[in-house]
Each structure stands twice: as structure tokens, then as C-alpha cells.
């Protein structure tokens, strides 16, 4: 499997592993009856925290790991592997605008809800989780995009 | 699958230049064997640059590599 595809999908795991602790954690809030404030800031610093984190510990592990592999099948270092060329460019961009989209769209959502008398602690909650499927959606696009070609 | 309207002659090149791999020919023109691949069947058009070092690397003029077929013309 080449690199980057093998990036995505350890990006991809990773953001959906911090999507799936959001929802345990804000099910677990709505359960007790409302939103806390101090709660809903605290997971917010730990989602964006997760996310930045797993993600570069994940790829650093993934890029180490894949470099061991080629090495034993091949008997050679090889850095060719890890070549981005202009194709992995443009499905880098593309895969960004449909991530800024979906993001966009959960922002407004999160306005709309500001707008309908919502508390204000449901737009916060609403816009992390724009920013968490915006990443999801951005990687699955790339994911399309190189099995199409381009 | 999108097919691009530039087709191309990359796989029959190879075979004429001692059944070049696709691997060779990407290490050549400095990308990976997948864009390679995405090129060869035509599902991405790759730059221009690209285009010239591909045809630099068989040592023919870009036509001979790359067929543009405008959609109307196309089947």
C-alpha cells in the first residue's frame, strides 16, 4: 500500500477515535440534563489536544514502521517510498475544500442554533464537532480521490 | 471510473524500451509508481512538466505519448 494512503488512513482512524470519545463524552452530558460549561471548554482543549497529538504520534509511527517493513522486503533503504509528487498535491487540495466545506457547513449549523435561541454552549459543542467530521469527511475524500485517480 | 480525455501510448512505450517497469519509469521522472499507474489508464492527467519527462525519458516527442481526444470526438 503506498505511503500516503497508509497516512490517510492512520489520519482517518485517528480522527475517528477522537469523534467516538466526543460523542461518549457529550452523551454523557446530556444524560446528567445539560451542557457544563467548564466541561464543554475542557473537552474542546482535549479534542483539539487528541487530535493534533494522535495524529503526529500516529503518522511518526506508521511512516517508522513501514520504513522497517520496506527495508525487510527489500534489503535496501529506500526513500523513494515516501516521494510526494504532484498527484498526492492535488488530492492533498482537493481533499482540504471538502474538509473547509464540511467545516463551513457545521459552522453555520452552529450559528442557525445560536440564532434559534439555543444555548450558547450548543453552538461551541456543534462547532467542535463541525471541526471533527470536516477531518473525517477531508480524509475520506482523499481516499475516494486516489482510488478514482486524481 | 472518470476517464480523462488524454490518452496515452505509455504501456505499449515501456514494452518498446525493454519492458520498462512502472516502477522504473516512476523513479525516472521522480513521482510515484501510483501516479504512474493513474496516468497509464488514463485517470489522471498528469502537468505538463510531467508530460515532457515521461516523453524526455522514451526519448520521443510528446505526441507520440499523449493523445488529446476532445469530448466531442470521443466514443
Redesign the interface.
Known amino acids: 500500500m503506498p505511503y500516503q494512503l497508509v497516512t490517510i488512513i492512520v489520519t482517518l482512524a485517528s480522527h475517528l477515535l477522537v469523534l467516538v470519545y466526543y460523542l461518549i463524552r457529550m452523551a454523557g452530558m446530556l444524560q446528567d440534563g445539560e451542557l457544563v460549561e467548564s466541561q464543554v471548554f475542557i473537552l474542546w482543549a482535549i479534542v483539539i489536544g487528541a487530535t493534533i497529538v494522535i495524529t503526529i504520534v500516529s503518522i511518526i509511527l506508521t511512516t517508522i514502521l513501514l520504513s522497517i517493513v520496506r527495508a525487510v522486503k527489500t534489503g535496501t533503504v529506500e526513500e523513494d517510498h515516501f516521494i510526494v509528487d504532484e498527484r498526492d498535491k492535488l488530492i492533498d487540495l482537493k481533499g482540504e475544500r471538502v474538509s473547509y466545506v464540511a467545516f463551513s457547513f457545521g459552522v453555520f449549523l452552529s450559528m442557525l442554533a445560536f440564532v434559534l435561541d439555543q444555548p450558547p454552549l450548543v453552538m461551541f459543542s456543534l462547532l467542535i464537532l463541525a471541526g471533527i467530521l470536516g477531518g473525517i469527511s477531508g480524509n475520506i475524500s482523499k481516499l475516494y480521490y486516489y482510488r478514482r485517480g486524481a | 471510473?472518470?476517464k480523462?480525455q488524454v490518452q496515452n501510448n505509455i504501456r505499449i512505450l515501456r514494452f518498446h524500451h525493454d519492458e520498462m517497469t512502472q516502477e522504473q519509469l516512476a523513479?525516472k521522472v521522480?513521482?510515484?509508481?501510483?501516479?504512474i499507474i493513474?496516468i497509464e489508464?488514463a485517470?489522471?492527467s498528469?502537468?505538463l512538466e510531467?508530460a515532457f519527462r515521461i516523453a524526455g525519458v522514451f526519448g520521443v516527442p510528446l505526441e507520440e505519448v499523449f493523445i488529446y481526444t476532445p469530448e466531442d470526438m470521443s466514443v
Do not use: D, E, F
Open positions: 471510473m472518470v480523462s523513479q521522480g513521482v510515484t509508481r501510483q501516479t493513474a489508464g485517470k489522471y498528469p502537468s510531467l
